[in-house]
Antibody, heavy 117, light 106 residues
Framework: EVQLVESGGGLVQPGGSLRLSCAASGFTFSSYDMHWVRQATGKGLEWVSAIGTAGDTYYPGSVKGRFTISRENAKNSLYLQMNSLRAGDTAVYYC???????????WGRGTLVTVSS | SYVLTQPPSVSVAPGQTARITCGGNNIGSKSVHWYQQKPGQAPVLVVYDDSDRPSGIPERFSGSNSGNTATLTISRVEAGDEADYYCQVWDSSSVVFGGGTKLTVL
């Protein structure tokens, strides 16, 4: 089955760190760009990071310097290392498969990250 | 940074046509993609490249894009279409989402 499954979410204190994982199955993971997208409760979708097939990475200003996206093709896995977490980072984090035309054709179910003391 | 503007809400009666707009500066020069998100679920792609439909998406879903406005059109609206809808583009190596539109089926 073609799917993405996120894990690693939880409660973390402000200033803390967390590492999210996304396990891919059912497709050739190494052939796709991969992304993280988050959604705060009751809010819209916010793009968090992207990694290309060659390992090139992209971030919006809101997380640049704090978050690091990486991938391990041998394990069909995507990661998001989140440091210096803030209350505003509280959200459900989705892993999404990108396409060459710039849209996301496969999403995971998400993992909840809560930043609170 | 590039901004996409969507109306917060659209209401339509069953069987009627819903139109959800996505405004952006010269958005007609970009490829626009649309997602449907129901409560507690991940987004689902419903239209890509302005007007193409992924397999499994009903023909009732269509899209257009010109000038400064892209539009998602849902014909013969059903109760099951009630959801949040988001437009999305790429701009300067960044992904941009619209703020989302809540479609209410009366």
């Amino acid at each position: 089955e073609v799917q993405l499954v996120e894990s690693g979410g939880g409660l973390v204190q402000p200033g803390g760190s967390l590492r999210l994982s996304c396990a891919a199955s059912g497709f050739t993971f190494s052939s796709y760009d991969m992304h993280w997208v988050r959604q705060a409760t009751g809010k819209g979708l916010e793009w968090v990071s992207a990694i290309g097939t060659a390992g090139d990475t992209y971030y919006p200003g809101s997380v640049k310097g704090r978050f690091t996206i990486s991938r391990e093709n041998a394990k069909n896995s995507l990661y998001l290392q989140m440091n210096s977490l803030r209350a505003g980072d509280t959200a459900v984090y989705y892993c999404a498969r990108g396409t060459t035309k710039g849209y996301f054709d496969l999403w995971g179910r998400g993992t909840l990250v809560t930043v609170s003391s | 940074s590039y901004v996409l503007t969507q109306p917060p809400s659209v209401s339509v009666a069953p069987g009627q046509t819903a139109r959800i707009t996505c405004g952006g500066n010269n958005i007609g020069s970009k490829s626009v993609h649309w997602y449907q998100q129901k409560p507690g679920q991940a987004p689902v792609l419903v239209v890509y490249d302005d007007s193409d439909r992924p397999s499994g998406i009903p023909e009732r879903f269509s899209g257009s894009n010109s000038g400064n406005t892209a539009t998602l059109t849902i014909s013969r609206v059903e109760a099951g279409d009630e959801a949040d809808y988001y437009c999305q583009v790429w701009d300067s190596s960044s992904v941009v989402f619209g703020g989302g539109t809540k479609l209410t089926v009366l």
